[in-house]
């Protein structure tokens, strides 16, 4: 973390500061929980519960300055150490912004570089961000986001992970409006933006898809004219946005009738496992005397992430490498010794009585819930399969239709059994029942609860179930639950009973 004082602090944030103006903060939480000595806590108010409350704990575990909007005061009548500021939130930002112009000023003093990667699109975003710090780790000192860090909050807490010694910057952007990308991306001024693709994931938060377009272009039009901006030109939407940039464009494409794409991938399959297999082609030059001409570097990836659909991921990762200055054989081998870095990204379990669990309830749209259910379709084979299935949230007026849509599609796939979750997804079970999909080869739980009890009693060797539903449903959890071997939560529940 960059060293800022108390003092510094209070004037960048325009706050007022009630402590030790030369203490020295050397890390940043937003939960109490995670407090470490010398930390300085952000006391944020949030939807369920105000971070005030726990200063004390925050203190307690060695917190030694905190960000908040009120003073707090402890036991004995003195105020907790803290910069008092109006939006702790923005706060943040202003002191992450901070950050990054420091990291840059001072690299730039010692004749050294460091890259700032914005990634954002409705889907993909984790995995990709995974991918590219995997690369770049192996290149210099790496800064990414734990798991799904990507907004107001989670950008500057991964900013205030670099230091000087950080060579790359990785950020990954999310929003749920228009306005919130253009103000992460002048936090961190992003060299390259990578764009993956618009979906209609919180298309009811963002008043229509073209709308989540307009935002996520948001990215490209904060780059410089010497950046670079990588877009899926597979995607309409996300080709348009070349129009809003300055920057010179890295398009990337797993369909060959995208000719202006210079990152490619030809020849894609999928193994026995359901791990694509390509050629990733990159842009490359040879020296010949005086000229210079483009040439064409090609090279196998053999991924060990699950789904054809992480070709683009993959492609994505690949082109801001690329865009980084990675050489094309590092890329490639980057790419093909990663799997699943975050959790709950078709993270593949194998029970030892034979039952296989694939558990990418992190989050769901209907681009990504159709991706996952062809996946499915393709690993089955020979298998008895299901899909678990819960609501996708925030789809506004597109919700039913976009439910019944998918219900119609696992009845196609030929899945043998669809397990839905949730009344919020019931217009999933009635269409694949009016499909053609009834008695016992569909089902409806009102309760995740309830849910388990069925699986728990009908699972069977061989099968092969898939947990799939936006974040907010609790799918993951009970994938994770299902994941334990037969009689290992009651043998758990009854351990912590005598504690």
Known sequence: MIAFTAAEIADITHGRLNADPALIPTSVVTDSREAVPGAMYVAKPGEHADGHDFMESAFERGAVLALAERPVQALDGTEFPAVIVEDAVLAMGDLAREAVRRIRAERSAEGQDVTVIGITGSAGKTTTKDLLAGILSAEGPTVAPKGSYNGEVGVPLTVFAADTDTRYLVIEMGATGIGHIKYLAGIVRPDIGVVLGVGTAHAGEFGGVENIAKAKGELVEALAADGVAVLNLDDQRVAAMASRTIAPILGFTSEQATAEAAVR?????????????????????????????????????????????????????????????????????????????????????????????????????????????RTLADLGRGRRIWAVLGAMLELGEDSIREHTAVGTQVVRLNISRLLVVGREARALY??????????????????VEEAYEILTAELAPGDLVLFKSSNGVGLRHLGDRIALPPHAEATAHEGSALL
């Open 430 to 447: 009635v269409s694949a029942v009016q499909e053609g999909s009834w008695g016992d080869e569909c089902i409806f739980a009102e309760t």
């Open 265 to 373: 991938a030809t020849g894609v399959d999928t193994n026995d496992a359901g791990n694509p297999v390509f050629d990733l082609s990159l842009p490359g030059s040879v020296d010949q005397g005086a000229v210079e001409q483009e040439a064409v570097v090609q090279h196998r990836v053999s991924s060990q992430l699950i789904g054809r659909h992480h070709v683009g991921n993959l492609l994505a990762a690949a082109a801001a490498a690329h865009a980084a200055g990675v050489p094309a054989e590092r890329i490639a081998e980057g790419l093909s010794r990663q799997g699943a870095a975050s959790r709950w990204r078709m993270e593949r379990t194998e029970r030892a009585d034979g039952v296989t669990i694939i558990n990418d309830a992190y989050n769901a749209n209907p681009e990504s819930m159709r991706a996952a259910l």
